[in-house]
């Protein structure tokens, strides 16, 4: 570990405290989680589910690992840096987010998240605190309770931080999907119109009378699979109607109500996956293009952006390797189908991954489409 040097102390999880470093061989910021316990072999630490996923996992919205150190028994996990996490930012927020900027930082969450469910995992711990921003970039971080999907339930471990917690696992369905990350997401973007939780639960049975406050206490003809495990629990909910959400947030429109109530379908086939919920009505605006332009990590990104004039035909030149010991950065620019947005096509290669990132330097954003292999 002496290739790096420790600045300040950022975090302190279940499993892992995590630092602010120097890579004094590249001069680049990262972070290094030091992991709680001892690893005494390294298949241990390769077989850790945090590894294993962002090994496999390649996304400009998922952190990225850069590098695995075992050193005297111990397991030092280092990331590209981020500045903070969702949570700080809207605990330092002094007004509301504009519903353009909440779409902007969903938008990037749900292409994550699609691109982790599509590769065969899901979280099962997303909340404020794990999804890092910098310069208005949001990525999905620890992946500490991560889960294959083809993975065989029963899913008997802890999972996810309560006022997130699906009720199919309240109730201890122990077969539950990724329909439980896409209640988290509903839970998130709830809380960054209002800036505080949607279900404060103190306890988990709070939690699910918290959620019968808001969406009306189930029945069978809203979640027939609920009724078992609410039998197997012995559990008796208060009957409650639901409330009228947009009194709850009002400063969100109804197209972002309609999304957060399918989200939080207390039936978890009801809930669209990531990829259905990016084409709900909420993220098609006018012109709007979602993801920002900045992404300090991106240097080649930030060139075509800052300059004045967008490139217009393909450059050879533009194909170098990248200092970036993650991935193979290559760039290419073409010329835009959509002339008068000026719009820059970029593709970046990853091994066999390519990403195709669309710019639009006289507007507000960029979008960042799917992976693509080949
Ligand atoms: N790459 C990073 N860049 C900057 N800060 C980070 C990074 N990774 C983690 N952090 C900070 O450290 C905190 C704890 O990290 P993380 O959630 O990965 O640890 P953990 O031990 O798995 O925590 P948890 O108790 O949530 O499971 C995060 O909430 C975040 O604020």
Same mark, same amino acid.
């Given at each position: 570990?002496?290739?790096?040097?420790?600045?300040?102390?950022?975090?302190?999880?279940?499993?892992?405290?995590?630092?602010?470093?120097?890579?004094?061989?590249?001069?680049?910021?990262?972070?290094?989680?030091?992991?709680?316990?001892? =690893?005494?072999?390294?298949?241990?630490?390769?077989?850790?589910?945090?590894?294993?996923?962002?090994?496999?996992?390649?996304?400009?919205?998922?952190?990225?690992?850069?590098?695995?150190?075992?050193?005297?028994?111990?397991?030092?996990?280092?990331?590209?840096?981020?500045?903070?996490?969702?949570?700080?930012?809207?605990?330092?927020?002094?007004?509301?987010?504009?519903?353009?900027?909440?779409?902007?930082?969903?938008?990037?969450?749900?292409?994550?998240?699609?691109?982790?469910?599509?590769?065969?995992?899901?979280?099962?711990?997303?909340?404020?605190?794990?999804?890092?921003?910098?310069?208005?970039?949001?990525?999905?971080?620890?992946?500490?309770?991560?889960?294959?999907?083809?993975?065989?339930?029963?899913?008997?471990?802890?999972?996810?931080?309560?006022?997130?917690?699906?009720?199919?696992?309240?109730?201890?369905?122990? $077969?539950?999907?990724?329909?439980?990350?896409?209640?988290?997401?509903?839970?998130?973007?709830?809380?960054?119109?209002?800036?505080?939780?949607?279900?404060?639960?103190?306890?988990?049975?709070?939690?699910?009378?918290?959620?019968?406050?808001?969406?009306?206490?189930?029945?069978?003809?809203?979640?027939?699979?609920?009724?078992?495990?609410?039998?197997?629990?012995?559990?008796?909910?208060?009957?409650?109607?639901?409330?009228?959400?947009?009194?709850?947030?009002?400063?969100?429109?109804?197209?972002?109500?309609?999304?957060?109530?399918?989200?939080?379908?207390?039936?978890?086939?009801?809930?669209?996956?990531?990829?259905?919920?990016?084409?709900?009505?909420?993220?098609?605006?006018?012109?709007?293009?979602?993801?920002?332009?900045?992404?300090? =990590? =991106?240097?080649?990104?930030?060139?075509?952006? $800052?300059?004045?004039?967008?490139?217009?035909?393909?450059?050879?030149?533009?194909?170098?390797?990248?200092?970036?010991?993650?991935?193979?950065?290559?760039?290419?620019?073409?010329?835009?189908?959509?002339?008068?947005?000026?719009?820059?096509?970029?593709?970046?290669?990853?091994?066999?991954?390519?990403?195709?990132?669309?710019?639009?330097?006289?507007?507000?954003? $960029?979008?960042?489409?799917?992976?693509?292999?080949?």
């Amino acid at each position: 570990m002496e290739k790096y040097r420790l600045i300040k102390e950022i975090g302190d999880g279940t499993c892992g405290v995590v630092y602010k470093a120097l890579d004094l061989q590249t001069n680049d910021v990262v972070a290094i989680k030091k992991m709680k316990r001892k =690893y005494f072999f390294w298949e241990d630490c390769m077989n850790l589910r945090e590894v294993k996923a962002l090994r496999r996992l390649d996304h400009c919205n998922i952190v990225k690992l850069k590098e695995i150190v075992r050193e005297n028994n111990e397991l030092f996990i280092i990331f590209e840096y981020m500045e903070c996490n969702l949570y700080e930012v809207m605990r330092e927020r002094v007004t509301v987010f504009s519903e353009e900027e909440i779409r902007n930082l969903m938008s990037q969450m749900l292409q994550g998240l699609s691109y982790m469910h599509k590769n065969g995992f899901f979280h099962r711990d997303l909340k404020p605190e794990n999804l890092l921003v910098t310069n208005g970039i949001i990525k999905i971080a620890d992946f500490g309770l991560v889960r294959e999907t083809m993975s065989k339930p029963p899913y008997t471990d802890y999972v996810s931080t309560r006022w997130y917690r699906a009720p199919e696992v309240l109730l201890q369905s122990s $077969s539950y999907t990724s329909a439980i990350d896409m209640w988290a997401v509903g839970a998130i973007l709830a809380e960054l119109f209002t800036l505080s939780p949607l279900f404060p639960g103190e306890s988990e049975t709070d939690q699910l009378h918290k959620i019968c406050a808001v969406l009306g206490t189930p029945d069978g003809s809203i979640w027939p699979e609920g009724m078992n495990f609410l039998r197997a629990n012995h559990f008796n909910f208060f009957q409650f109607p639901p409330a009228n959400i947009a009194d709850i947030i009002p400063n969100a429109s109804s197209e972002a109500i309609d999304l957060i109530l399918q989200l939080c379908s207390w039936d978890p086939l009801r809930r669209p996956t990531a990829e259905q919920s990016l084409q709900h009505p909420f993220f098609h605006v006018k012109t709007w293009v979602p993801y920002p332009l900045k992404d300090p =990590y =991106y240097p080649r990104l930030n060139q075509t952006v $800052s300059g004045a004039t967008p490139k217009l035909e393909l450059n050879l030149w533009d194909f170098g390797a990248e200092p970036d010991d993650s991935f193979l950065g290559l760039t290419l620019a073409v010329k835009p189908s959509v002339s008068d947005l000026g719009i820059t096509v970029l593709l970046r290669f990853s091994g066999p991954m390519c990403t195709i990132i669309l710019l639009a330097p006289d507007i507000s954003g $960029s979008q960042c489409y799917e992976q693509c292999a080949g």
